[in-house]
Every structure is written in C-alpha cells, then in structure tokens.
C-alpha cells in the first residue's frame, strides 16, 4: 500500500499581505509553505504532524499582490517518524495567465501524538507518534534527504539552542498568539511562528542597514519544543553576519506562560521560559528604486565570534555553489 505523496494548494494574495514595498510579505509565503507541508505530510502519515526543521528555503522572486501563489509539496524522504516535503511557490498573474517560480523549500515534519499530561489532565503534549509510516517508493526517494538531516542533528547539538544569551539580541517583540494560530489543537502553527520570526529578523536587518531589507533565504530552522495556545512568544532577533551584500539575522521564540507579565527574567535558564524555536535567515537591503546596496559592517567586537565564524562558513558554501 502506498500513500499520496504530494498536494497542492492555491492563495490568492491580498493587500493584507503585502510589506511595505506593496509585494507580499515574505513571512506570509512561509506560512503558506508551511501550511501545505502540513498537509501533505498529515495526509500521508494518516495523522498530525509537526514542523521540526527547514533548510535552504529560497525567495528567488518576489509575490505580487493579486497574484495566485500555488504551492506544489512532495513527500521525497520518509524515515522512522520523520519526512521531508519539497516544494516550489509558483505566482500567476491572473489576467496575462503569466506564471513564475518565486520560491522553493525543503522542511522536515515529525509524526506526533497530542496526550494528555500525567500531571495535568486538562493540559496536553506533543510526542513522538507512535503509528508507523507507510514506504515510500525507493525511485522517489530523495538522495539528499539523508545527509541533510544528519548535518542538521549534529549543528543543533553543536549549539544547544538555551545556550543564547539575551544579551546577543537587540531586537525583542512580545506576542500573544490568538485562536487563529492554532494548528494542531492546543498547538500554535509553526507557519504561523515562522511568519513571526520573519518580521522580527527584518526589523533586526533594518536598524543595521538603515534601509528597507528582503528575505532572500531561510537558510535553517530548528524547533525543539511546540508551542501552546496561550503561551507568551518573545521573538529575539540579531544581526550575526555581514557581507558586502547581504546580512544574516538569527531569530528565536522564547515561550512562556502568559501570566508573566512586565517582560520575562533574564535568566532564560529559568523555568520561566523555554527556547522553543531558532532560524537563520539572510536578506538584502534596498534602496528607494529597488536596488541592492551595499551592507555596513558589524562592529569589530561582534565580529570572529562563533556565530560571526558559522555565518562566514555557511556565506562562503552558498557562494561556492552560485560559481
């Protein structure tokens, strides 16, 4: 028995969607990405699934509102509980029936099931899900798949996620997710969160170059614990990277009860919160004629730090592969 392996779905995009350039918004392309790995990964796993991480989501073009985004998921690496979903955005220009490939992104989904906990029952989790899933047919199977995921395991436990210090991030928004957030129930979506460290890493890329900054890359993203309806998010975002053309933002989401209010402690080893999510995303600054400037460095002292060293690493691999 095989299952589905792919899906699609359309949106059409709307002036709510747009940044302040009038072209969509990029974290609004990663919700809808997503959205669509969600469901096909549910779809063939029979069952909830949850975002665990990402890797090499491109913005290649912009959306434009009043165009059709149409995302396009394949299911093209299946493991014990693990799957990863490739996918391309296409936009169309309704009238002209013009189409572009604007995005492409691989992201990884975990099976899991929602439990009550023992020592709460009117509270649930998420673990591991216990069904099996279906194989997957060896001539789809992704050659890649499996020294991704590998390379992404060994880089979250190189740098243990709670290892941040507060210190490293300028950029804070605290936000309280509503019911439309809601993914698998009580969890909020992992779309929803990533739109959200979208908007974060921008404001963080904005105040360092002065100009008005584009994603051009979600170049990896780490999630190590779901988020709850009523948790309160705190997003961190900082300038990590510099070169002559683009920056490096790395953003997380620190949960926390709602109840704390006043902002939360500043020992973030704390029980008080929880880093739940990390990403690295790269963007380009703009001028007034939509033109790519030149980015300022970071200050000397911000520089040849270990994320200063991964940032120049991962620079350097991406440049290596556009010669």
């Known amino acids: 028995i095989m299952a589905s392996n792919s899906r699609r779905l359309a949106a059409l995009m709307c002036p709510s969607h747009a940044n302040l350039m009038g072209n969509v918004h990029g974290g609004t392309i990663l919700n809808l990405l997503e959205q669509t790995g969600r469901v ?81 029952a009117n509270k649930s989790k998420a673990v591991v899900g216990s069904r099996s899933l279906l194989p997957l047919d060896p001539l789809l199977m992704a050659q890649d798949a499996i020294p991704e995921h590998e390379a992404s395991i060994k880089a979250r436990e190189s740098i243990p996620l709670n290892a941040r210090v507060e210190s490293e991030f300028p950029v804070r928004i605290h936000h309280l997710p509503g019911p439309d957030a809601i993914a698998n129930h009580p969890f909020v979506s992992a779309g929803y969160i990533l739109k959200l460290m979208d908007s974060g890493a921008a404001l963080a890329a904005v105040a360092h170059t002065r100009h008005q900054c584009v994603t051009v890359l979600l170049d990896k993203v780490c999630f190590s614990t779901p988020i ?96």
């Open 40 to 120: 096909v990964s549910t779809a063939y796993s029979r069952g909830p699934c949850a975002l665990v991480g990402a890797a090499g989501t491109e913005f290649r073009q912009p959306v434009r509102v009043g165009e059709v985004a149409t995302v396009d998921a394949t299911v093209d690496y299946v493991g014990d509980h693990v799957m990863r979903v490739s996918m391309d955005v296409t936009a169309e220009e309704m009238a002209s029936g013009t189409k572009r490939v604007t995005n492409t992104a691989k992201m990884w989904y975990s099976t899991i099931d929602i439990v009550r906990c023992e020592d709460d």
């Open 228 to 323: 709850q309806f009523g948790d309160l998010c705190t997003v961190r975002a900082a300038v990590t990277f510099t070169s002559e053309r683009s920056c490096e933002v790395v953003a997380q989401v620190w949960k926390s009860p709602s109840g704390i209010v006043g902002g939360l402690p500043d020992d973030h080893a704390s029980l008080a919160a929880v880093c739940a999510v990390e990403a690295r995303f790269i963007f380009v600054a703009l001028d007034n004629n939509m033109k790519v400037v030149s980015i300022p460095e970071l200050p000397v002292e911000k520089q040849r730090t270990k994320r200063w060293e991964v940032g120049a690493s991962k620079h350097k691999e991406r440049s290596g592969l556009r010669c």
